[in-house]
């Protein structure tokens, strides 16, 4: 379509359409208008504005019924003409705003006209069209009184439109219409912005809509949540818009008392307000009625953007009608407070971020009345928080704390103005404490239990995260919603940081004190305004705050600790104990009683009822135990607060923590263990395990101070275990110093206690084993003697293969000579040997003249054995065994140092002979693995005392019990005398092996272990009895070769050469020979 | 507050870790405002340790005396100065200013015993120091730091007192002349004054040599240990005449180390019997009998802020706070 650039060419063709126009009044000569428009440029059409205009209006003016199609089609034809060019003459305005509005007017009804809602529609947006279309000034001169009843028509007909229509098009057509017409749109087509005194005069204008528009708003803000939440968005902004242009605090401080003589017409002139003081009074407290209400109904909307919009009214008007609108202040800043927790993190970002302009601005700390009304605010919530706290249900808690939280927020470090009010600290703490009390009738919490003792060696988790971000799961009494546990933290958080730390602390170690129900609150509490002090996760809203100083936080935590590591906090009953730990409970009360009962009455009236009782209850228990949990998380938060500086702590604290940590119930020793992770963080240990050998000496010293009074402190040894499980080699003078401790404790307690020190002598040696790998191994040697022999071995095959009698000649010379030279008779050849011995000698000799001083660990492993010496005898078989586990770790740590080893070896022989013969089967099977290890090292000390002591016993028990297991079936196996069989069977191998016996003595263990070689015996029992021979081979192949053939001979013999005799062996052919399968495969291993 | 148990008290903490039998200890405040108290160690193996008392952890290691035990540790009070004494014969003087821990100087010794060392300070700089001299009696008085040697204390040839076993110097408020107070190995103490190198009195309070003597200069009261099982306690009357007031009989001989405690309240005494011994220094009441080491106690010094260090044979140190235990 051709573009009419020019007015003429426009002219020419826009006149027949409006003479046609003009002459007959159709939508379709409307409608072709408005098509040929569309191709006249805007500068011309500009020109002919007025000429176009001139058939449209006169079209509306026409009086008589008009068809609604007809005034739909001209407002809309209007409106694009409109839109295309701008109003510049007044008059013109004011007419076109006249005629608009009237065609939504039905002069029978006060109402607006019941027309189709297009046809609103179209009035709507002409009328937005044509107030954007003002030219320059003439839009201010527009809003002069005498139009105020003009403009009042159309704002009340708009307020309709948005209030009652069905349609959202038009609810929301006529919101935005609205705000047009007020001068409030926020689009950028308005050329200026307007003067002071041109905003006063607008006020006082529109002042007069006030009551209309907000009631008529507020309805519909209050309306069904289900009219869609943009219209309540539009409408609330609308509303702020207008309240905070109306009652700004700008233009009301400019108002003059009297009323300017006003130069309008009476008529119009009632219609004005003068926004004087009483005024501006009056109205703010009607306002205010309103806002609640809006605040009331929006705060809970269910869609965020409007509650997005509310945080914007807030700030809207809390900045500008800051002195009009003070009664309302109140209202809306819990608004405000209220929604920082929202749901929606754009809502909380929101709010945040006013939150922080406003303490930024000092609005309100700036602002006495405001601070004076948050504090209130704060003052009258916490009176109520005590029966809020105990009536609501979680949703409101949760409200009621983030409101809590706001405030305090808020009002940052102001909030000591309440706190330093007794009264309101008193409320404000016994609604914590009462909302946070746990549930402590689940069963499950004692019965968890932790049974491996090792796990120590977790790894901590190496994320940046919190470390408690995995908290223990808690159950309280009043509350299952975990985000009231969340607001409850950071509740105390933010009093931390904010509050007077010192003042605080105090309040709630007095309540920690005071009663054994507010303490697990209490410690919680003091837990988080630890951590808030330091103020490591708290947003802070006033720069200029001073924090509590490092120093301060340090002396404080200290303080709080040795409270929670005391005697009667830490040491709580947390199970019924076995029997011997009540008989030393028993023991135990009559001193404590006497100290607490002089220096500590608080103290004294909640703990000894724990130690009192014979046997606690299990809410009691659990009490007890969900203390310590908390009181360990203190430990890992406040390590977490102080960092570095809590290394200085470590000394006192890590010693508690680490006992915890061996605690036999479940969430305890995980409660400790995490704390522990938190103190590797926050002191830059990479594990456990380099928290507790880098803080050894701090340990140490608590375990050396505290096996001083074992009865108090039954658990040292474990601790000892732990650590000594953690160390290594470098911490040797550290753990010989405790343990002369602990074997001076041991000495004065052996009969009552043995079981957990052997335990720790037991970890000890284990660790001495670990450190101190012996490296001249004793094996070496053996082995390489073995090898020797294997290869004579091989040689002599070779030459039974040859069969030449020569070669039988020289066998048996070269086997004499030998022969000789095993039995000591030396001769030259073998120099090398004794060549070898000299050096060994001279080792030997320095050894006694000039006494070295022996090395830490074998002076340690020497002490320990002495003690297991006397051990070895105890009542207890369960001691002995352990004693007997110990004993053959001393003597693998000794196994280098003879002089040490041979003399207790010597002592201990007796018991263990003991232990071997007449003793528990379980003993027995331990003694006899202690056997072997000695047998092992010292060989020759042991030989003639093993031949004349024990050998018969073992051959004669083998003998006798053969026939017992060669019956039964297979149950036998689960029995402790097959144990014991098989355990004689695989040890004696190596024993004969290691100990060198003589012939008659292997000819002893042969005899008694041929018999199980039956097939009769049990599967296991014949393998070990293969092995018995397997070393025996070793030993001597010759003699054992005959005596297997003598059970059972497998193949006729041929001699080598036929000068020899014929061979006939014992053992029987028959494929019945029960030891036939065994003596085969032995054989077979025999080269 | 943790509750002590009846039986006996336990030391604050022990500070382990110097593996050798502890000789000597002597603890530092440390100037006002700057750093942490630090308690110095010698021991037998010939290190000096100092020891944090913030972290209970050895700072720094001293080593210059040849492997030869150190018996005697005294800070000068001009500021970071530390004197140790080693059976290596030398007095080595430590310059600890801002974490060094260089010998500066040091004196060498002629005698070789367990005698002790005593500092006197005369002067914003000067200090007279004595120690055992090289005749088997004598005692030799030094201007230090020029080490310009006063004089030499010999005993009368008479007197046949043995050995010097304990020194210590000191002062009178109302006069400058340095006095000295010297136990020697007879059992005898004598009161030597140095500018008239004559001895003014001298008194047989033990029939052992005397190992160790303090003295109380404000009420001119002494009190000394020796190898028996007494503790004597003597005066010094204004024609500086000692005395024996009174001896206290112990369960246990042998005192190795007796110390007046800064604010001359009490007295502790270190003993062969491994306990520690506090008395009421005015009546010589006993207190308190302070049973943890596991062998003989070499040595026990005080802090300003009456922290009682012993150390001892078995290789510990224990500290105590008295205030709060006895």
């Not at chain 1, 008007?317 to 993190?345: I, M, R, T």
């Not at chain 1, 951590?531 to 809203?541: C, Q, T, Y």
């Not at chain 1, 969900?626 to 890992?636: A, K, R, S």
Request: hydrophobic share 40%; proline share 5%; net charge negative.
């Amino acid at each position: 379509m051709a573009v009419f650039d020019t007015p003429e060419e426009a002219f020419g063709v826009l006149r027949p359409v409006c003479v046609q126009l003009t002459k007959a009044q159709t939508v379709e000569n409307v409608e072709h208008l408005q098509t040929q428009l569309q191709s006249v440029s805007d500068s011309a059409l500009q020109e002919l504005q007025q000429y176009i205009l001139f058939p449209l209006r006169f079209t509306l003016k026409t009086p008589g019924p008009k068809r609604e199609r007809l005034i739909q089609s001209v407002v809309e034809c209007l409106t694009f003409v409109l839109s295309s060019t701008c109003v510049k003459e007044q008059e013109l305005l004011q007419e076109l705003f006249s005629e608009l509005s009237a065609c939504l007017y039905s002069p029978k009804s006060q109402k607006p006209a019941a027309v189709s809602e297009e046809l609103k529609l179209a009035v709507i947006r002409g009328l937005s069209t044509l107030m954007h279309s003002a030219y320059g000034d003439i839009i201010v001169t527009f809003y002069e009184p005498s139009i105020l009843p003009r403009l009042g028509f159309a704002v009340s007909l708009l307020l309709g439109l948005a209030e009652q229509e069905k349609s959202k098009q038009i609810k929301t057509a006529a919101l935005k219409c609205l705000q047009v017409l007020l001068l409030q749109c926020d689009c950028q087509d308005h050329p200026r912005s307007l003067d002071e005194l041109e905003q006063k005069q607008l006020g006082d204008l529109f002042a007069s809509f006030l009551p209309g528009i907000s009631t008529a708003l507020t309805r519909i803000i209050t309306g069904d949540f289900k009219q869609g939440h943009s219209i309540v968005v539009s409408s609330l902004n609308v509303f702020y818009k207008t309240v905070s242009f109306i009652m700004a605090d700008e233009q009301l401080k400019r108002i003059s008392k009297v009323q300017a003589e006003s130069t309008v017409e009476h008529r119009v002139a009632k219609l004005m307000v003068h926004r004087e003081a009483d005024w501006v009074k009056s109205t703010g407290g009607k306002l205010t009625i309103l806002i609640k209400k809006i605040i009331e109904c929006v705060s809970v909307h269910p869609h965020w953007k409007v509650r997005l919009e509310l945080i914007e009214l807030v700030e809207t008007l809390l900045l500008k009608c800051s002195q009009s609108l003070v009664e309302s202040a109140g209202p809306l800043l819990k608004a405000l407070v209220g929604l920082v927790n929202d749901e929606s993190p754009e809502v909380q970002a929101q709010c945040n971020q006013v939150l922080r302009h406003f303490a930024g601005q000092k609005v309100v700390v700036g602002n006495r009345a405001f601070a004076d009304i948050l504090s209130e605010n704060l003052h009258s919530l916490a009176t109520s928080l005590p029966r809020l706290m105990n009536s609501q249900d979680d949703q409101g808690k949760v409200s009621s704390l983030s409101l809590l939280l706001g405030y305090l927020k808020l009002l940052g470090p102001k909030v000591n103005f309440v706190l330093n009010s007794v009264v309101h600290l008193q409320r404000l703490s016994k609604a914590l404490v009462q909302v946070l009390e746990l549930d402590v009738t689940d069963i499950k919490i004692v019965e968890e239990r932790r049974w491996n003792t090792d796990h120590l060696s977790a790894s901590p988790k190496t994320s940046a995260m919190r470390p408690w971000s995995q908290v223990q799961r808690r159950y309280f009494r009043f509350f299952t919603d975990e985000r009231v546990f969340l607001l409850l933290q950071q509740v105390c958080q933010l009093l931390g940081f904010y509050g007077n730390l010192y003042l605080l602390v105090d309040h709630f170690m007095g309540l920690y004190h005071e009663s054994v129900f507010y303490r697990k609150q209490a410690a919680m509490i003091l837990n988080e305004l630890v951590i808030g002090a330091a103020g490591l996760d708290v947003e802070d809203l006033h720069e200029k705050h001073i924090k509590t100083s490092p120093e301060e936080l340090r002396e404080i935590v200290t303080s709080i600790l040795e409270e929670y590591t005391s005697q009667e906090n830490w040491y709580l009953v947390t199970c019924i104990k076995t029997e011997e730990m009540r008989e030393e409970l028993t023991l135990k009360q009559p001193g404590f009683q006497a100290i607490t009962s002089g220096a500590h009455n608080t103290c004294q009236a909640t703990s000894l009822p724990a130690f009192s009782k014979p046997s606690p209850t299990i809410c009691s228990m659990n009490s007890n135990i969900w203390q310590i949990c908390i009181q360990l998380e203190g430990v890992g938060h406040f390590a977490y607060s102080l960092g570095e500086d809590f290394r200085l702590l470590l000394m006192s604290v890590l010693y508690p923590v680490l006992e915890k940590a061996g605690d036999r119930t479940l969430l305890i020793s995980q409660a400790a263990t995490n704390s522990m992770m938190d103190i590797c963080h926050a002191c830059g240990y990479d594990s456990l395990q380099h928290l507790i050998n880098q803080n050894s000496d701090y340990l140490v010293n608590g375990i050396s101070l505290n096996l001083r009074h074992l009865s108090l402190h039954p658990h040292t040894p474990k601790v000892l275990e732990v650590m000594l499980r953690n160390s290594d080699a470098s911490l040797l003078p550290l753990v010989a110093d405790v343990v002369q401790d602990v074997l001076a404790t041991l000495d004065q307690f052996y009969d009552k206690r043995a079981s957990s020190f052997i335990s720790v002598l037991h970890a000890l040696l284990v660790a001495l084993a670990q450190w101190f790998p012996d490296t001249n191994h004793v094996g070496q040697p053996q082995e390489h003697t073995a090898e020797k022999e294997e290869s004579h071995l091989n040689q002599r095959i070779l030459e039974n293969n040859a069969t030449t009698a020569e070669d039988i000649e020289y066998f048996l010379l070269s086997y004499l000579k030998e022969k000789d030279v095993a039995d000591g008779n030396v001769s030259d050849f073998y120099n090398e040997e004794e060549q070898s011995k000299p050096p060994e000698v001279d080792e030997k000799d320095t050894g006694p003249d000039v006494e070295p001083p022996l090395p830490v660990q074998i002076q340690i492993a020497t002490d320990v054995m002495e003690r297991c010496i006397h051990l070895l005898s105890d009542k207890s078989l369960k001691i002995r065994l352990k004693v007997l586990d110990v004993l053959d770790l001393c003597v693998f740590v000794l196994q280098s140092h003879k002089n040490q080893l041979l003399p207790l070896a010597h002592r201990a022989w007796p018991s263990i002979v003991q232990r071997l013969t007449n003793d528990d089967p379980l003993a027995v099977l331990r003694a006899f693995q202690v056997l072997r290890t000695l047998g092992g090292k010292c060989g020759d000390f042991l030989r003639s005392r093993f031949c004349k002591d024990v050998l018969p016993k073992l051959t004669g028990s083998l003998v006798t019990q053969a026939p017992v297991s060669a019956r039964t079936g297979q149950v036998y196996s689960h029995t402790l005398a097959f144990k014991l069989q098989l355990a004689v069977l695989q040890g004696l191998g190596p024993l004969c092996e290691k100990l060198d016996l003589g012939e008659g003595d292997l000819n002893k263990v042969a005899d008694a272990c041929l018999i199980y070689l039956s097939a009769k015996q049990p599967m296991k029992l014949q393998e070990a009895a293969r092995s018995v021979f397997l070393h025996l081979m070793k030993v001597d192949p010759d003699s054992t070769w005959f005596l297997l053939n003598e059970l059972y001979c497998p193949e006729q013999l041929t001699p080598p050469h036929p000068s020899l005799h014929q061979v006939q062996l014992r053992g029987a052919m028959g494929q019945q020979n029960p030891y036939k399968a065994n003596v085969l495969c032995l054989l077979q291993e025999l080269p | 507050m943790a509750a002590p148990p009846p039986p006996s008290p336990d030391p604050q903490f022990v500070l382990r870790g110097t593996q050798s039998a502890v000789h000597a200890l002597h603890f530092h405040s440390g100037a006002q405002g700057q750093g942490c108290p630090l308690l110095f160690s010698g021991s037998q193996n010939g290190l000096v340790h100092i020891w944090s008392l913030q972290t209970r952890r050895v700072l720094t290691t001293l080593d210059n005396h040849g492997g030869q035990c150190v018996t005697w540790l005294q800070t000068l009070p001009q500021g970071h100065q530390l004197l140790s004494q080693g059976q290596d014969l030398r007095l080595c003087l430590w310059d600890l200013t801002e974490g060094r821990n260089a010998v500066v100087d040091f004196v060498h010794l002629e005698s070789m015993g367990f005698c002790r060392g005593s500092t006197l300070a005369m002067g914003q700089q000067r200090w007279t120091l004595a120690v055992p001299g090289k005749g088997t009696d004598e005692v030799q008085i030094l201007e230090m730091p020029s080490k310009t040697s006063v004089c030499t204390l010999k005993p009368e040839a008479d007197a046949k007192p043995g050995m010097p076993m304990c020194l210590e110097l000191w002062q009178a408020d109302s006069s400058s002349r340095p006095l000295l107070l010297v136990g020697y190995e007879d059992g005898s103490v004598a009161l030597w004054d140095i500018s008239q190198r004559k001895v003014c009195s001298r008194v047989a309070c033990h029939t052992e040599p005397v190992m160790s003597l303090d003295f109380d200069s404000q009420k001119t009261r002494g009190v000394s240990g020796s190898a028996e099982k007494a503790l004597a306690v003597w005066s010094l009357d204004e024609q500086q005449a000692l005395q024996v007031c009174r001896t206290h009989e112990i369960t246990n001989p042998g005192i190795a180390d007796v110390k007046i405690r800064p604010d001359h309240r009490i007295l502790a005494t270190a003993g062969w019997d491994h306990r520690i011994r506090v008395f009421h220094w005015r009546t010589m009441k006993p207190l308190a009998v302070l049973a943890f080491h596991s062998a003989a106690i070499h040595c026990v010094a005080f802090a300003n802020d009456g922290l009682l260090a012993a150390g001892s044979k078995d290789q510990r140190i224990s500290v105590w706070s008295l205030y709060t235990q006895t």
